[in-house]
């Protein structure tokens, strides 16, 4: 069965840093790609940011590109979200998402139960 665990999640002020983690089990995804969306409250889900399987490409929502990083570790099975110059508008559940198999296009297969990330102004 697979699973993704989100973690790294909480609480911080306007301008911190937090990094979120995204391990998953039951397959490998070193050759998927996964990404990351959030939702705030009476919003629609977002796109955050998206690690291909091929030179590990990486694309960013307009909203944070300049601020957040992915990376992925595929020996761990792991990718990360490193969000620096956070604004209280970044406040929303995070989600790690990722792909069966190459050529899913924006569909993503298997997702996380999210982590809260709360930027107080």
């Known amino acids: 069965q697979v699973q993704l665990v989100e973690s790294g999640g909480g609480l911080v002020q306007a301008g911190g840093s937090l990094r979120l983690s995204c391990a998953a089990s039951g397959r490998t995804f070193s050759s998927a790609a996964m990404g990351w969306f959030r939702q705030a409250p009476g919003k629609e889900r977002e796109f955050v940011a998206r690690?291909?399987?091929?030179?590990?490409?990486?694309y960013y929502g307009d909203s944070v590109r300049g601020r957040f990083t992915i990376s992925r570790d595929n020996a761990k099975n792991t990718v990360y979200l490193q969000m620096n110059s956070l604004k209280p508008e970044d406040t929303a559940v995070y989600y790690c998402?990722?792909?069966?198999?190459?050529?899913?296009?924006?569909?993503?297969?298997?997702w996380g139960p999210g982590t809260q990330v709360t930027v107080s102004s």
């Open positions: 998402a990722a792909q069966s198999s190459p050529g899913r296009g924006s569909q993503y297969d298997y």
């Open positions: 690690m291909g399987w091929i030179l590990n490409s990486a």
